[in-house]
């Protein structure tokens, strides 16, 4: 098998490399996937940087989602059978997705659909994280009012999509004016460009009526712009780190205003649901990508052997990059 692998911190143009090696031994509860579609996050990158935790010790292979087809069980796997198609789980059990086929237990993988593999490869980590927000970090009923920057980002337009599907209006804000129009078409409420007079603009476009939750995956003083819009007891989650700073927000407002910051991480947050709702999760996310109604923007497609190319694409920002990269190991 081909796949992606690292034994140094640092760029990854300069650390990762393509290597070959043995299929991992197949046991009599493991099953063997042959990779369809992964995608490449900003995460990523930063891992390989060094500059966060989940790739220690090394070496290391990137990767941390994807779907696959079954290619070989185990004499006692009876849950999967050969050609079955399913989503790796989230890290897929410390191996990295970047490879042309990862052996596991029977019991990681889950039940995947038919449909377009550069769309379902997000539904671990994507899809997971906005159902999470929206159905489980805080009460929303039909009517009330969201925050959220990034909104061009694959999180930000599957909430859009599924906000809208509940009655949620969200407020959604970009860096660049050409996104209004676009994200609007998706169902968004009100779409405005960030700026520091952010707060009145937000104030104006809601007709005062209270923005019971903000999410910032921003970082940096974009924090505070969100928790200025965000009414009294209201809470801001912070789920991203696109600015590379630490989320600022002055203690006057939090401690004056009683709101609360807290971190969000898919992998806690979601793993934590009741078995019920992940199961809901795992059913209505993957039927609604499958049926075209929820939909990521795609920058691009490249094969493994263009590795190098696929993290300098990803590395760009705003128009540049124009999407999720996604890493198809077995074209």
């Given amino acids: 098998m081909k796949l992606a692998h690292f034994n140094d911190f640092g760029e990854p143009r300069d650390v990762v490399k393509l290597i070959e090696a043995d299929p991992d031994a197949l046991g009599p509860n493991e099953v063997c996937i042959n990779i369809e579609a992964a995608p490449l996050h900003i995460a990523d990158i930063k891992f390989i940087k060094g500059e966060l935790p989940f790739y220690k010790p090394l070496p290391g292979t990137p990767g941390m989602e994807g779907i696959g087809r079954v290619s070989e069980t185990g004499?006692?796997?009876?849950?999967?059978?050969?050609?079955?198609?399913?989503?790796?789980?989230?890290?897929?059990?410390?191996?990295?997705?970047?490879?042309?086929?990862?052996?596991?237990?029977?019991?990681?993988?889950?039940?995947?659909?038919?449909?377009?593999?550069?769309?379902?490869?997000?539904?671990?980590?994507?899809?997971?994280?906005?159902?999470?927000?929206?159905?489980?970090?805080?009460?929303?009923?039909k009517g009330?009012?969201?925050?959220?920057n990034a909104a061009n980002s694959n999180c930000g337009r599957y909430i859009i999509k599924l906000a809208h599907m509940m009655g949620i209006k969200t407020v959604n804000v970009v860096r660049r004016s050409e996104l209004i129009e676009e994200l609007k078409t998706l169902g968004a409420d009100h779409v405005l460009v960030d700026?520091?007079?952010?707060?009145?603009?937000?104030?104006?476009?809601?007709?005062?009526?209270?923005?019971k939750l903000g999410l910032d995956a921003v970082a940096g003083w974009a924090t505070q712009r969100i928790a200025d819009s965000v009414t009294d007891g209201g809470l801001i989650l912070s789920y991203g780190m696109l600015s590379g700073d630490p989320c600022m927000v002055r203690p006057e407002t939090l401690f004056f205003r009683d709101l609360t910051l807290k971190g969000f991480l898919?992998?806690?947050?979601?793993?934590?649901?009741?078995?019920?709702?992940?199961?809901?999760?795992?059913r209505e996310i993957p039927r609604m990508i499958s049926a075209g109604d929820l939909s990521a923007k795609i920058a691009a497609t490249y094969s493994l052997d263009d590795i190098h190319a696929a993290f300098d694409h990803a590395s760009r920002t705003g128009g540049d990059r124009d999407g999720k990269v996604i890493i198809t190991p077995n074209i």
């Avoid at 898919?266 to 795992?282: G, K, N, S, V, Y």
């Fill in 75 to 141: 004499k006692n796997v009876t849950r999967f059978a050969k050609g079955d198609r399913v989503f790796l789980p989230v890290r897929v059990g410390e191996k990295g997705a970047f490879r042309t086929d990862v052996t596991l237990p029977d019991t990681l993988p889950i039940p995947a659909p038919d449909g377009d593999a550069a769309q379902l490869c997000l539904v671990p980590i994507n899809g997971a994280t906005a159902y999470t927000i929206l159905h489980a970090m805080t009460p929303l009923s």
């Fill in 144 to 148: 009330d009012i969201l925050i959220q």
């Fill in 195 to 211: 700026g520091d007079d952010l707060t009145d603009r937000v104030k104006a476009c809601v007709d005062q009526q209270p923005v």
């Fill in 266 to 282: 898919t992998f806690i947050h979601f793993d934590a649901l009741p078995t019920e709702q992940q199961e809901t999760m795992w």
